[in-house]
């Protein structure tokens, strides 16, 4: 009983668990929404030109040259913005300007006193509190040749997470350009990882389209990968490039990071059963919290999803290493088994080909300055999810293919060769089951009894007594076959066993299409021999504890009843 329970808890877990996860995702959805429908998206257009870096050029408010990489050491106590100066060289002209990006920053550019240039801000619900990662142009006019800009900085948020940097001055239509060039590669991954998220979850509902216990491990898996590609493709900062206010786009990358944890338990539970394991089901739990309180404190506006962000970083940490230490378990248990090895191969390429391309962009971002900071994470991730996803398909074949095994020996264990219906050992596990009943309750039992059947079989030959007994059940199991299962218990003995609220009613029914079906079928001719089958049958009344035993007496000495009254009707 303690399995039972323990399986049953499990089960509801995992409805609340996920339950949760769709709420929160649909809360999430709506506020998108909001956000987008809100929000000015508005694009520009392009021309071509030359270009150069010009990072090293700013000063900052003593005229020394400015250090973007500490430019949270230039924040002042109580002054609103940082500001650094720019000045622009006296041969400027056609449709030249500045560009450079910024991250969890707002921007104003001035020359003199007038404005030029400024981060478009939208009023929406559910904003994020920074613009996150933005390209800003700015255009500069000959008029401003030989003037100087003067760049005034905001910081979202005061916790080193600001950054100001790759600058260009030319055509602004060719940096533009450039940066979409550089993140092709990137792009590519994204989508790949997106298409295979896709096929993943189209492959479960197809793989367990006729299973009635579904692995949904691919389903959970490509779900992930979803995720994760939606939010590489943001993460390359292309998109940003075609919009004015890219907090719409800031929210749903935050959300996508977010709601990414909870199908990589799910899948662990597929693949391991890990739920079996209290602590695997409070960090679960835990984190289903995590997911719905952040975005109350999102909604309320005490903190966006960015400024949660470490602490969605740490689940994906933690899951990552359970998941590690679930493939080194399953590894040690099967070292010695045959069975599973490419599976588990799969996915140790995998989590190894993660980690390696978290360690690689690591360096990259420690030892470099470039464009695209999760370049490998990308390559790493798709190879993460190619591994796993064929392992798992494997796995999945590997479990069809034996659950039609099993089907198929059950076949041949409880089904009569002859007929294809039940066959006696099928039967008398059902009496077991039915036994173990409190309430029996119109619970019937009809037998049925092939006639001449030794006489066809001695004057025509045991083919053509094959073929009365195939008949006879074919019209068995057309009549009655309906209110219950048919057996085969004996060389030319059927019996059905059924439930009904009006035993004797459905009975009738079905008796009367029998005699129906028993006559259409000796009209039809076609086979040497008069199909006969006498019957009887037998139910349980208000007693509710009739022994089956009994019932098959009752309904055998019926049947017998009933095959002395046609051999008498055939002898007039």
């Known amino acids: 009983m303690g399995y039972r329970w323990e399986e049953r808890t499990i089960k509801r877990y995992k409805s609340i668990i996920l339950t949760t996860y769709y709420a929160v995702a649909a809360v999430m959805a709506v506020m998108v929404l909001l956000n987008v429908f809100w929000s000015d998206q508005a694009t520009g257009d392009f021309g071509l030109g030359s270009y150069r870096k010009v ?73 994020m509190n920074s613009p996150g990662t933005k390209w800003n142009v700015l255009r500069i006019d000959e008029e401003y040749a030989g003037e100087q800009v003067e760049l005034r900085i905001v910081q979202a948020y005061q916790d080193g997470r600001s950054k100001v940097d790759h600058f260009y001055l030319g055509d602004w239509a060719a940096v533009l350009l450039f940066v979409i060039e550089s993140k092709g590669f990137g792009l590519l991954i994204s ?87 209290k602590a695997i089901r409070i960090l679960c739990g835990l984190d289903t919290v995590f997911l719905v309180g952040i975005t109350f404190l999102h909604m309320t506006g005490h903190s966006d999803f960015h400024q949660t962000q470490a602490g969605t970083v740490l689940n994906y940490g933690l899951v990552s290493l ?51 900071r999760a370049l490998t994470i990308r390559v790493g991730l798709l190879l993460f999810i190619l591994s796993f996803g064929s392992g798992n398909l494997y796995r999945l074949y590997e479990l069809i293919k034996q659950g039609y095994q099993a089907e198929f020996i059950s076949h041949l ?14 039967y008398i596990e059902k009496k077991e089951e039915l036994l173990a009943m409190e309430n029996r309750e119109g619970l019937a039992v009809a037998m049925f009894d092939v006639n001449n059947l030794k006489k066809v079989n001695d004057t025509m030959g045991h083919g053509a007594g094959d073929e009365l007994i195939k008949e006879s059940a074919r019209i068995i199991r057309r009549s009655f076959g309906s209110l219950g299962t048919v057996y085969r218990i004996g060389g030319d003995e059927f019996v059905v066993l059924f439930q009904s609220e009006h035993p004797e009613s459905s009975y009738a029914k079905a008796k009367k299409l029998f005699e129906e079906e028993l006559a259409r079928c000796n009209e039809k001719g076609g086979h040497p021999f008069v199909v006969s089958i006498a019957h009887g049958y037998a139910y349980c009344g208000k007693t509710r504890q009739e022994d089956i035993e009994g019932l098959e007496k009752q309904a055998d000495q019926r049947m017998y009843q009933n095959k002395r009254e046609m051999k008498l009707a055939y002898a007039q």
Not at 63 to 82: C, L, R, S, T, W
Not at 228 to 238: D, H, Q, R, S
Not at 413 to 426: I, K, P, Q
Request: charged fraction near 25%; include cysteine.
């Open 55 to 127: 990072d090293g050029d700013w000063l900052d408010g003593e005229g020394n040259p400015m250090d973007f990489k500490k430019i949270d050491d230039y924040a002042v106590d109580g002054a609103e913005d940082i500001r650094v100066f720019y000045p622009v060289p006296g041969d400027m002209h056609g449709t030249q300007g500045l560009v450079f990006r910024t991250k969890n920053v707002y921007v104003q550019a001035y020359v003199g006193d007038r404005m030029v240039y400024g981060t478009d801000i939208a009023e929406a619900p559910f904003d």
């Open 413 to 426: 264990a409880y089904v009569d060769g002859l007929t294809e219906v039940g066959n006696r050992t099928a």
């Open 322 to 372: 359970l998941l590690g230490g679930y493939i080194i378990r399953d590894i040690a248990c099967r070292r010695k088994e045959k069975s599973g090895r490419f599976y588990l191969r799969m996915q140790t390429i995998g989590i190894i080909c993660l980690c390696v391309g978290i360690f690689v962009d690591f360096l990259r971002y420690v030892l470099t300055d470039v464009l695209d």
């Open 191 to 277: 989508i790949l990882i997106l298409v295979v998220g896709f096929f993943l979850m189209v492959a479960d509902i197809l793989l367990n389209a006729k299973r009635k216990e579904r692995d949904k491990s691919l389903f959970y898996l490509g779900l992930f990968a979803v995720l994760a590609a939606g939010w590489c493709l943001i993460e390359t900062n292309v998109f940003q490039l075609f919009v004015r206010d890219i907090r719409p786009l800031q929210l749903v990358d935050n959300i996508l990071l977010a709601m990414g944890v909870l199908p990589l338990y799910f899948y662990m539970e597929e693949t391991y059963h890990v739920f079996g394991n």
